[in-house]
């Protein structure tokens, strides 16, 4: 095997989260636009992005979608996209990300491998999230139940985050939000990606928070996939 070195120095390392080092940069310029939507021109300021994202970092959690739970999103890019990925990961939960273009079993196939709890899509894919996702909760973006999952005041009664959201404030008192902007990432695995194996079999590779997180590693699982005799 050859090995390429660069010519430059070596990159220094953090034990900083990727959402930690995502706000270190958009701490000192609140006021810039940092997301942009290009088709609608919708944007988030920095500030604007980091609330969001503590904020449905805190209504996950309340939602028991936090800390060693799985998230799954099926959109394009949106800014939404940024947000949910970075909530997922200050939450210490973890996101598998869906390819839009697939189809219904194809969903099915990575919501179950993924152990997903959530699947939350843009409307327009909502026909084949549904048919996919089975049991388990499909949230539209820009919906009510979306909302929800922001602790908004105004969510559907049928949404299971929602409605864990609403005993939060029955228990507890006031808006999940009080608590939400002060909260804590924890670490753990944020991203199961898949990706192509042989006879279309779809492979999971999982990202750590921090770059050495091995105590945390996953013991690895044997899958066989359909048509294909090599287990994994």
């Not at 013991?219 to 996939?225: I, L, N, V």
Request: charged residues 20%.
């Amino acid at each position: 095997m050859t090995i390429f070195t660069s010519p430059y120095a070596d990159v220094a390392l953090t034990d900083l989260s990727i959402t930690e080092r995502v706000f270190a940069d958009l701490t000192n310029r609140p006021d810039d636009v940092v997301l942009t939507d290009g088709p609608t021109g919708r944007s988030l300021t920095a500030q604007a992005f980091m609330d969001q994202v503590k904020s449905m970092a805190g209504g996950l959690t309340a939602a028991g979608l936090g800390a060693g739970h799985t998230v799954a999103i099926m959109a394009p890019n949106i800014p939404e996209y940024c947000v949910i990925f970075h909530a997922v990961a200050w939450a210490g939960g973890t996101i598998t990300t869906l390819n839009p273009t697939y189809t219904a079993n194809e969903v099915a196939h990575q919501l179950k491998d993924a152990d997903a709890e959530v699947l939350i899509t843009i409307p327009d894919f909502m026909d084949t999230a549904t048919a996919g996702a089975g049991d388990i909760p499909v949230v539209a973006i820009g919906s009510d139940d979306y909302s929800g999952l922001f602790g908004d005041r105004h969510q559907c009664a049928h949404c299971c985050a929602a409605l864990i959201i609403r005993h939060h404030r029955a228990t507890q008192g006031g808006d999940v939000i009080a608590s939400q902007l002060g909260g804590e990432c924890r670490p753990n695995h944020p991203f199961r990606q898949f990706r192509s194996g042989r006879n279309h079999c779809r492979l999971p590779t999982v990202l750590p928070h921090l770059r050495d997180d091995s105590p945390h590693e996953p013991a690895p699982r044997r899958r066989r996939c359909a048509g294909n005799n090599a287990a994994f």
